[in-house]
């Protein structure tokens, strides 16, 4: 199994600003998701992270506006560029070691 | 790409009532998750399948590959089992066309139990 501790839990920032999202595994991973949750929406996958490489991204999504770091096989980052309102979601980041384990969000709110 | 389609996507039941969640996709798949996400967001695994059925408590799940689809049924349901029920799969590259290997979800099932 795998516990990943993900923050901030929340945060409310203004348009053009950036967020960075941290996430921890509690064991070595080779493979990182970030996934948003728009309201009302179900998840849609933004990026696999994968230690030493750069990410790959969903059609969509692009490097640019969604930054990816991936220092070690234990920790990722997200980085939500220049928000605008619609980038207010929940993001969330998870591994799949035979099941899918789930960071617990952080809810973004941009105004 | 696949497609995850889900139902009901609303699910009102009494206390006690069996219950039964749907989900189809569209093309291979090496896994199936389901998947229990609460009001705060946080998500929950319940199952992950490759064939065949799985049970946890009062918790049943099944998955036909040849028609691809999946059930999740929760016997004796409680108020407790109120929250979204996701179904999400993992397409090999080979079918889902390249990207970013990723699960693709179902848009979930919001089910209420009243006591």
């Known amino acids: 199994s795998a516990v990943i501790s993900q923050k901030p839990s929340r945060d409310i920032c203004q348009r053009g600003t950036s967020l960075t999202i941290q996430c921890q595994v509690d064991?070595?991973?080779?493979?990182m998701f970030w996934y948003r949750q728009q309201p009302g929406q179900s998840l849609t996958l933004i990026a696999t992270a994968n230690q030493g490489s750069e990410a790959t991204y969903e059609s969509g999504f692009v490097i640019d506006k969604f930054p990816i770091s991936r220092p070690n096989l234990t920790f990722s980052t997200l980085t939500v560029s220049n928000m605008s309102p619609e980038d207010s979601s929940i993001y969330l980041c998870?591994?799949?070691?035979?099941?899918?384990?789930f960071g617990q969000g952080t809810r973004l709110t941009v105004v | 790409k696949n497609e995850v389609e889900q139902s009901p996507q609303n699910l009102t039941a009494q206390e006690g009532e069996f219950i039964t969640i749907n989900c189809s996709y569209s093309?291979?798949?090496?896994?199936l998750h389901w998947l229990q996400q609460h009001p705060g967001g946080g998500i929950v695994s319940l199952f992950m399948?490759?064939?065949g059925k799985k049970k946890h408590g009062r918790l049943i799940a099944t998955i036909n590959i040849q028609e691809k689809h999946s059930s999740l049924h929760i016997t004796a349901s409680h108020p407790r089992d109120s929250a979204v029920y996701i179904c999400?799969?993992?397409?090999?590259?080979?079918?889902?066309?390249?990207?970013?290997?990723?699960?693709?979800f179902g848009k979930g099932t919001h089910l209420i139990i009243q006591p």
């Open positions: 999400a799969v993992r397409t090999p590259l080979a079918y889902s066309g390249g990207g970013a290997d990723g699960l693709t």
């Open positions: 064991s070595q991973v080779t493979m």
């Open positions: 399948l490759s064939s």
């Open positions: 998870s591994v799949d070691l035979y099941e899918a384990f």
């Open positions: 093309v291979g798949i090496s896994a």
